[in-house]
C-alpha cells in the first residue's frame, strides 16, 4: 500500500496470489503483518479502495499468469476475497472492485455514472388467506399461524413448526423472490429450499398423505429431508416432475429460458415429463453430476436431453454468492445480470454480439463495478436513468 515492495518483493507476491494452492505459512505471515499495519477494526472503506486499486495498478503492469481462478488473497478478509479477480477471458484480465478496471481510452468506451446495488436477501410470503407479508426487513419472530402450524422469520430464513390449535385442513403457502432478492426456506419436514431471484415455491404448511409436493418456478436448489415413506415430489412449470427420496439437486426453469434444466449433486432423483411431440410421458433417473435438460419452448417441448458430468460448481454459482461466466453466451450473461440487479437489458440497433465470457464474479459486487471487468472482454456498456444497461458492440 505504501509502494515500499522492491521489483523482486511485487513478483514473489503476485506469485503467491496467483497460486492454485497457497503456502499456508506465507498466508499466516501476510494476515500478522496486514493485522500489524491495518487493525482489524479499522478497516475503512477508504482502506479498502486504495489496496484494492494497488493491487490493480501492479497487476497492470505484470504479464499474466496461465491460471484461471479467484484470488485467494486474504481469504479472512471476505471484502478483498470477494471483490479482487482475476480472469484470463479472451486474453484480458477480468478486474472487479471499487475503483477496479482496465485502463481504456475514454473516447472509445462508455463512462457508466449511475450504478445498481447487487441484489439482497428478502421476499414476499403469500399466506393461505391471500395477505402478503414483505420479508425484506421484517424483524425476526412469528409472522403467522396457518392451521396449527407456527410461521417464523430466523437467521434471514422462515421456518415452520408446531403451533397453537391443530391442523384442520391443508393450507398452501407460496414465498416469491421479486428480481434483486433471493430467500431461503425452510419446509415442515426440514428440507431447505434457496429461491434464486425471479422466482418462486408453493407448498403445504404441513406434509401430511404419501407423498410431499411442491411447485417451483423459476430458480431453486434443494437439500430434501429423508423420508422413504413419503416421496418428495417437485412440480416445475406445470410440466416436468421431480421425484426424490432424499438428495440435493438444482433446478433452473425462467420462462424467459427455452430449457427446463434438473441437475442431481448428490442422492437420486427421478425426472418425469410429458413430451407433447410424442405424447407419451418419459421418465429418466439421474445420477449424481448429471443434469437433465427439457425443452420447454413450443416446439419440441418436453423433449428431454441427459448431460453426464454436469459442472455442479457453474450450476450452483449463484447459491453460493456468484455467478460463475464459464463459458457463458453474452445473452445468458445478461439474463443472470437482469434477474439480480433488477435492470432491463437493451441491445444497441437489436446486435447481440457474440462473445463469451469466463470466470467467477462475486454477486456482491455493485453493476458498474462487474461491468468495467466485462468490458475487458470486448464488449461495450452504459447504465441509463430508469435502471437500464445498454448493451453495443
Known amino acids: 500500500m505504501d509502494n515500499e515492495c522492491s521489483p523482486e518483493e511485487v513478483e514473489l507476491l503476485l506469485l503467491w496470489l496467483t497460486a492454485e494452492k497457497p503456502d499456508p505459512l506465507t498466508e499466516d505471515l501476510i494476515h500478522q503483518q496486514m493485522q500489524a499495519t491495518v487493525p482489524e477494526g479499522a478497516v475503512t472503506a477508504e482502506i479498502k479502495s486504495r489496496l484494492e486499486q494497488r493491487l490493480v495498478d501492479i497487476l497492470q503492469t505484470r504479464k499474466p499468469y496461465p491460471v484461471v481462478h479467484r484470488i485467494h488473497f486474504m481469504r479472512r478478509w471476505g471484502w478483498a476475497a470477494a471483490s479482487i ?96 432478492r433471493q430467500f431461503t426456506v425452510v419446509l ?102 448429471q443434469q437433465a435438460k427439457i425443452t420447454a419452448g413450443e416446439r419440441s417441448r418436453g423433449a428431454l436431453t441427459i448431460i453426464d458430468n454436469a459442472d455442479i460448481g457453474k450450476v450452483i454459482a449463484w447459491k453460493n454468492g456468484l455467478f460463475n461466466f464459464n463459458g457463458v453466451k453474452l445473452k445468458d450473461a445478461m439474463q443472470q445480470l437482469a434477474r439480480w440487479y433488477d435492470i432491463e437489458i437493451i441491445y444497441e440497433k437489436g446486435i447481440v454480439p457474440d462473445i463469451q465470457f469466463y470466470g467467477e464474479v462475486s454477486r456482491d459486487v455493485s453493476l458498474a463495478g462487474l461491468l468495467k471487468g466485462l468490458e475487458g472482454a470486448g464488449v461495450r456498456f452504459r447504465i441509463e436513468e430508469g435502471k437500464k444497461l445498454v448493451v453495443y458492440p
Open 85 to 180: 479477480v482475476v480472469l484470463l477471458g479472451l486474453g484480458a484480465y477480468l478486474w472487479l472492485g471499487p475503483g477496479a478496471g482496465p485502463k481504456t481510452d475514454p473516447t472509445q468506451v462508455a463512462t457508466v455514472t449511475p450504478d445498481v446495488e447487487p441484489g439482497r436477501n428478502g421476499a414476499i410470503l403469500t399466506l393461505a388467506d391471500g395477505s402478503k407479508v414483505q420479508l425484506d426487513n421484517m424483524n425476526k419472530g412469528t409472522i403467522a399461524v396457518e392451521s396449527g402450524t407456527s410461521v417464523k422469520l430466523e437467521d434471514g430464513k422462515i421456518t415452520y413448526g408446531k403451533g397453537p390449535g391443530t391442523a384442520s385442513e391443508v393450507r398452501y403457502n407460496i414465498m416469491s423472490t421479486p428480481k434483486g
Open 188 to 289: 415442515p419436514d426440514g428440507t431447505k429450499v434457496w429461491l434464486n431471484a425471479a422466482s418462486s415455491l408453493k407448498y403445504p404448511t404441513s406434509f401430511s398423505g404419501t407423498e410431499r409436493k411442491v411447485e417451483v418456478k423459476g430458480e431453486a436448489y434443494f437439500e430434501v429431508a429423508k423420508n422413504a415413506a413419503m416421496p418428495f415430489r417437485a412440480l416445475v412449470n406445470n410440466s416436468t416432475v421431480i421425484e426424490v427420496l432424499g438428495t440435493s439437486f438444482n433446478i433452473n426453469s425462467y420462462d424467459d429460458d427455452d430449457e427446463i434444466r434438473a441437475t442431481l449433486v448428490e442422492g437420486a432423483v427421478r425426472v418425469i415429463t410429458d413430451n407433447d411431440a410424442e405424447s407419451k410421458i418419459k421418465t429418466v433417473v439421474l445420477k449424481p453430476g
